[in-house]
């Protein structure tokens, strides 16, 4: 539960489009000097309004070397010492150290730290243990990085090194090993310090060292009394500890953290400048380039001198000059990561696609992965969305990935795997009626569940993945329709109409059915289906995945009755309260923060729902609307993140839509125009084209749309096509500080095709 105070605290932060306009006033401007990733701050969203917090990450742009602070969030008081290499997103260190003065029967395997000093950029981390008074620098580059570490006290240093599943060993200035990550993975280390030591062994748990011990998940280096000062330069890898050492000879030759660093700094501007933005106050700036900077944290890419390890398979595989990429929650980043990369890094996110190519056909199994990692896929939450991002892709003209064994691993992830929630096991009696009737069932109320392969906690989901489904089944019949596949196209268009048959004429809301086809009664769309409404939905209730048709947006306005009627239920969705206390919300719904009414803005079924105003005749209120929850829940501050961040996953929602436009429908080669933050937009999308948007007149105040043109030409609908600005373009924005009502009402987005009959 959220203590009061941080409530007390969100009531009065000032949002990041508010903050620094005054109406009619002169636009603030960058500050001369300043850098994209001088804007970055990494603390943004640090301590969580409910669940999993933000983490300050220093790395380079989709690098293997990764780490943040050992602690849990920003309120933790000790550190559990320095951190050595994040192979998971968001979880913690496969390796630590610490360095330490003192007493040799005061060391133990882990310690914790009093800090100070703190200062995360996404290229530097710093840090100052104050009661040991000890300084700690840090510079990553790619597959290594280089610490130095500063005494300031008097007293033979040492530094003392754990893993939890491994080994880690001393030789000379030498110091390696390698921990397991499970699922027949591994990662392994490879340092050398610039100062010899005296001696190694490992520490006891009760305290103390064993000098003569045999090597083992601890370390212990002495270093001569006197010593001030320690670099430590070290590689990682996913293949082996000499390959580890290679990739540190690679990258880091020497001890300097600045030049490193510096290096680091260059890189990232590069990256970060892909998109300009300018007119608007620091306080925006800041939020924007830091959610660009999230983009960036994952997939990572674990090619190693043209090599790759494989958890798919447990082999090491040449990458054929196609840097091998993992670490993706599809679930979330299909929405709008993916297509941001489609955007600005189109090299990336074709390798991004054939390493999932590869990885279906490791397996053995042949099944498209969903949350691809280190480790292996993890398959997690439900549904099938990376078919989305394979559609996404070649429909925007991407052409570096092979089309059709794509296409054969997605048709192969929904005709042959299980549709459960957080299942990776053949399709069974659950999936076979889906393919019969077009839903997955409820259980009745009071029914206990005998099916095998479902998950105790997580349940069948049977709404989230029946409407996931369909679109997915969307995506597969634009892919095969691209491939000549006419009968499957077909086939999957029809199939993407299943949303159809959960949707409750009588409420207009999207209904779980039983077995024999009655929906469950009675119903709180609010609150009902057991924790994170898993029973019926998932992590989100009813009032959010009311919406959740992203394919086919014209067919649920005309469901629910017409655009009136359709925007009605918008607002009533913005205007339902909590049924009860909130604490008892939210104990039932952790995911679902971020509010307001019944909407939530906190996890990644809600991101495209203030754009549906312009498919209903009213692009005004999705200008409004997309504003206010900028303002409400994107913020420069500590709790500036609604829910869980997910790795680029809500924060590439942030980056579309503060520059005015979003992709509401991926796999289609169509955006949604919002409401732009800045006043100018550069982006660079390859081949030295670049997209521009120009809003005269953006302000907080200024947020609606008066008139628009696009490539010269008057635009009246709320939308445009990928075509338009894959070569470059320009979007010209009249903004005014009253809706234009009339403007773009007659032209709403597209929708899928007619189901064919």
């Given amino acids: 539960m959220m203590k009061a105070k941080h409530l007390l605290a969100l009531a009065g932060v000032i949002g990041i489009c508010s903050a620094g306009y005054a109406a009619g006033g002169p636009k603030p401007k960058k500050a001369p000097g300043k850098e994209p990733v001088d804007f970055v701050n990494p603390n943004i969203g640090n301590i969580s309004h409910m669940l999993v917090p933000t983490y300050p990450t220093t790395h380079l742009p989709n690098s293997m070397m990764r780490i943040f602070p050992v602690r849990h969030d ?21 390796f630590n150290f610490y360095p330490y003065q003192g007493n040799e029967g005061g060391i133990k395997p882990t310690m914790t730290f009093s800090y100070d000093q703190e200062k995360v950029t996404p290229y530097r981390y710093k840090e100052y243990l104050d009661e040991a008074n000890i300084g700690a620098d840090f510079a990553p580059s790619h597959q290594s990085a280089v610490y130095s570490i500063t005494f300031d006290k008097s007293g033979a240093p040492y530094l003392v090194f754990n893993c939890r599943r491994g080994e880690i060993k001393a030789s000379g200035k030498v110091i390696s090993g390698h921990q397991d990550l499970g699922d027949h993975t ?8 610039d100062v010899s030591p005296l001696k190694a062994g490992r520490a006891d748990r009760e305290g103390g060292v064993n000098w003569s011990g045999p090597a083992s998940s601890s370390l212990v280096v002495s270093y001569p009394e006197g010593t001030k000062k320690i670099g430590m330069r070290y590689g990682i890898s996913y293949i082996s500890e000499e390959q580890a050492r290679k990739n540190l ?15 680091g700094r260059k890189i990232w501007n590069e990256a970060l400048g892909k998109i300009a933005v300018s007119g608007a106050s620091d306080r925006e700036t800041t939020v924007f380039y830091t959610s660009l900077y999230r983009t960036f944290e994952r997939p990572i890419v674990i090619s190693e001198d043209g090599r790759y390890f494989s958890a798919s398979d447990g082999k090491v595989h040449s990458d054929e000059g196609h840097p091998f990429a993992t670490d993706d929650w599809t679930w979330d980043t299909y929405r709008a990561a993916h297509p941001l990369r489609v955007l600005i890094n189109k090299p990336l996110e074709n390798n991004i696609l054939n390493s999932y190519i590869l990885m ?16 292996g896929e993890q398959h997690c939450m439900n549904s099938n969305h990376g078919i989305a991002s394979v559609a996404d892709a070649y429909a925007k003209g991407l052409r570096g990935f092979d089309l059709a064994r794509a296409y054969a691993a997605c048709k192969a992830s929904i005709e042959t795997k299980s549709l459960l929630p957080w299942s990776y096991i053949p399709s069974g009696e659950l999936d076979d009626f889906y393919k019969k009737n077009g839903y997955l069932p409820a259980l009745k109320p009071g029914e206990k569940e005998t099916v095998q392969g479902v998950n105790g906690w997580e349940k069948r989901q049977p709404i989230a993945v029946t409407l996931g489904t369909s679109f997915d089944e969307w995506c597969l019949s634009q892919i095969a329709q691209d491939l000549g596949k006419t009968e499957d196209a077909n086939h999957y268009l029809k199939a993407s109409y299943n949303y159809r048959n959960v949707f409750n004429p009588k409420t207009g809301f999207f209904h779980p059915k039983d077995k024999d086809g009655n929906f469950i009664e ?13 029973q019926y939905y ?21 469901m629910v009755g017409g655009n009136q009627k359709f925007v009605d239920a918008l607002e009533d969705m913005f205007n339902t309260d909590y049924p009860g206390a909130r604490w008892d919300f939210y104990a039932q719904l952790p995911d ?17 729902i203030p754009y549906l105003y312009n498919y209903a005749g009213a692009p005004w209120r999705t200008q409004k609307r997309i504003r206010s929850l900028l303002d409400f829940w994107y913020r420069n501050d500590l709790m500036g993140i609604p829910g869980d961040e997910d790795g680029g996953g809500m924060t590439a929602f942030v980056v579309f839509s503060e520059m005015g436009f979003y992709p509401v429908t991926p796999g289609s080669p169509t955006y949604n125009i919002g409401s732009p933050c800045f006043p100018y ?15 005269q007149n953006a302000s907080f105040t200024n947020k609606y749309i008066q008139s628009a043109k696009l490539n010269g030409k008057v635009l009246n609908q709320p939308w445009f096509n990928h075509s338009d600005i894959a070569n470059g373009g320009v979007l010209e924005l009249v903004m005014g500080p009253v809706a234009n009502k009339t403007w773009g009402v007659n032209s709403p987005p597209p929708s899928a095709a007619p189901m064919p009959q």
């Fill in 74 to 94: 920003y309120t933790t008081n000790r550190i559990g010492g320095l951190p050595l290499i994040v192979t998971h997103h968001r979880e913690e260190s496969s």
């Fill in 186 to 193: 591994s990662v392994y280390i490879y340092a050398v310090t």
């Fill in 249 to 263: 000879d690679r990258e880091i030759h020497n001890f300097d953290v600045d030049a490193v660093a510096t290096e």
């Fill in 360 to 375: 279906s056909e490791q397996t053995g199994k042949g099944w498209f992965p969903t949350f691809p990692g280190v480790s």
């Fill in 522 to 534: 009675p119903l709180d769309y609010r609150m009902d289906g057991g924790p994170g409404a898993r």
């Fill in 538 to 558: 998932d992590e989100n209730n009813g009032y959010e995945y009311r919406w959740d048709v992203q394919h086919n947006i014209g067919d649920l306005v005309k």
């Fill in 592 to 608: 679902h923060t971020g509010n307001v009414g019944m909407f939530s803005m906190a996890n990644e079924p809600g991101f495209h």
């Fill in 681 to 695: 937009v550069k982006m660079n999308v390859g081949n030295g084209k670049y997209f521009e948007i120009k809003a």
